[in-house]
């Protein structure tokens, strides 16, 4: 028989996973919303994976659309028909927790936490937001920042501004830019784009406290100050482009690379995009701040994947986790993706100043969760969330948005 090298160190390999105990043969079907630009942290982890276990034959199975807007819908289908994939990506927190969990429809992963000694690599509060009734339901891959404003700083500089620190700042900022012939001095995309701006523009406004009171019921959306939030968020459409509706978040920063706007609200997956896509350096190529009112804060939400009950392919997924939540797996993905590692461990000295920067300001600012990528609000706020927000861009009216986030708020039992 004569083999080739390669197959002869596959098979190689694969003795020695067997040796191991690990599992030497198989399928799995990992499932996410990560594809086209967004693919590469992903495929840098399947690869450390298959490099394990390489007699497994992984299917990366992902229904494109930012946010995951459009593979939650498949996800749904496939859970309620009774196909769920092997493993899925889901943001930590609610978006887990009050959907498929109260469901019954997944594994508890304590055990593989403790086994696995993540309980003392995780932040607590982060194993926190993956808890409820006496589990941990996933495993987190990253940490991401939604709280960021991204610029071009050689832009700036020929327009002669800087990054506005405050929305009031902003808005001047923005006329300024407007005069100088600026038609969108803000880009924005898509609905959850603009959602994503609502949330920093409203934190900017509350103040973290106010924000984590508006989730715990605390303050109501019919408060003064919420009602404010929507007005300025209002001024601050009035400096968006016009087309929004049509661009992908990656299509929105590339108008940040080409200098047809100024300023774009973004999570940090835009400083995965610049670097690993287009290939742009930190703070030459790409600048950022925090996005204006909310210096200091640190608006956190979580990938992280889990495992559905009745998965396929089940040792092969847990083998799946235990590599996403690995130092090494972690330290693969998040240098490309722009977010920071989940656990504390990792190793800065392979990420971006991006990167470092935001792990300097995890440590030392007060974190608050994201609601738009699923940390704070339950599914039922979120997912109806947009058609206020769609509402609000055709009407203006802050005091009717506010009323109807209200309803909304009380429906979804917020406060309760
Ligand atoms: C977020 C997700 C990020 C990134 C982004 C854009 O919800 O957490 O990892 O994929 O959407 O699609």
Not at 249 to 277: C, E, H, K, L, P
Not at 330 to 352: C, E, H, M, V
Request: glycine share 10%; proline share 4%.
């Amino acid at each position: 028989m004569n083999l080739s090298l390669a197959k002869k160190t596959a098979l190689l390999a694969a003795a020695l996973a067997a040796a191991s105990g690990a599992s030497a043969a198989g399928k799995l079907e990992i499932f996410s919303w990560w594809s086209g630009d967004e693919g590469p942290a992903l495929e840098a982890l399947i690869k450390l994976y298959r490099q394990k276990y390489p007699a497994v034959a992984v299917d990366n199975a992902t229904v494109s659309g930012g946010a995951g807007t459009n593979a939650k819908a498949v996800l749904k289908t496939r859970m309620l028909g009774g196909t769920p994939p092997d493993s899925f990506q889901v943001h930590a927190g609610q978006e887990l927790i009050g959907t498929w969990v109260v469901a019954n429809r997944m594994e508890d992963l304590s055990g593989l936490f403790r086994t696995e000694g993540w309980s003392k690599v995780y932040p607590k509060d982060l194993v926190t937001l993956l808890s409820s009734k006496g589990g941990i339901w996933s495993v987190p891959v990253n940490v991401h920042r939604s709280n960021v404003m991204w610029y071009n700083p050689a832009k700036l500089r020929a327009w002669g501004v800087t990054p506005p620190k405050t929305w009031n700042e902003f808005l001047t900022t923005c006329a300024a830019l407007k005069r100088k012939g600026v038609a969108a001095p803000l880009v924005m995309g898509e609905n959850w784009t603009q959602q994503h701006l609502w949330e920093s523009v409203m934190i900017g406004t509350l103040g973290a406290q106010g924000w984590q009171d508006l989730w715990s019921g605390k303050t109501k959306f019919t408060d003064p100050k919420v009602v404010q939030g929507f007005t300025t968020f209002g001024r601050v459409l009035d400096c968006a482009n016009k087309d929004a509706s049509g661009l992908s978040w990656q299509q929105a920063s590339d108008r940040i690379v080409d200098g047809t706007s100024a300023f774009n609200i973004m999570g940090d997956w835009a400083a995965g995009y610049f670097t690993t896509t287009k290939k742009l350096r930190p703070s030459t190529g790409f600048g950022w701040a925090a996005s204006p009112g909310t210096s200091g804060t640190f608006v956190m939400l979580a990938d992280s994947f889990g495992l559905p009950k009745g998965a396929k392919n089940r040792a092969e997924a847990l083998n799946w986790l235990r590599v996403l939540g690995s130092k090494a797996g972690q330290d693969a993905f998040n240098p490309l993706k722009g977010s920071i590692a989940a656990r504390t461990d990792s190793d800065l000295s392979k990420y971006s100043t991006y990167s470092k920067s935001a792990a300097a300001d995890w440590r030392k600012n007060r974190i608050v969760g994201s609601m738009v990528h699923g940390a704070v609000a339950p599914e039922s706020f979120m997912s109806a969330f947009g058609a206020v927000v769609d509402q609000f861009v055709a009407s203006r009216n802050a005091q009717a948005a506010a009323n109807a986030a209200g309803q909304l708020a009380t429906r979804s039992g917020i406060g309760r």
